[in-house]
């Protein structure tokens, strides 16, 4: 089950490296702009041709910050935190190399496998119909 309709709402903000905008592209080049065949981001040896002509736009928020409040991947109490927590994204990338998450091309972001329905990501579905 998703935890998609608990999550607070994030600002969204402009790229913190190239100023895209929240849905539109960034410069070429940008470290921050994610694969669009693995969703990594900085660098991950995909190959060009595929980075080329599929690009992920923007979503307003660092990479994978939105799915680590979906899964609750949320770190708490280190200071200078607080109370409330920071998003894990190690824990993101390494239930990534596990194979309880991954990236799925489609829909350009990481799903946790356990909420995939017919492929699919059950909360992208549920969110897609409203």
Known sequence: M???????????????????????L???GCPLEQCPACGQWGGCGC?????????????????GVMECREF???RKGSDPVGPEGV?????LMRETHRGGVKWDRKWQRFVQKST???????????????
């Open 72 to 74: 609750g991947f949320i």
């Open 26 to 28: 960034h410069r070429r």
């Open 87 to 91: 998003e894990d994204l190690n824990r």
């Open 2 to 24: 998703s935890h998609i309709s608990s999550i607070p709402s994030l600002p969204l903000y402009p790229c913190l490296d190239c100023g895209s905008a929240p849905g539109h």
């Open 116 to 130: 995939e329905v017919d492929g699919q990501d059950a909360a992208i579905k549920r969110n897609s119909l409203k």
């Open 47 to 63: 190959g060009s041709a595929v980075k080329s002509l599929l690009r992920v736009p923007w979503r307003g928020t660092y990479p």
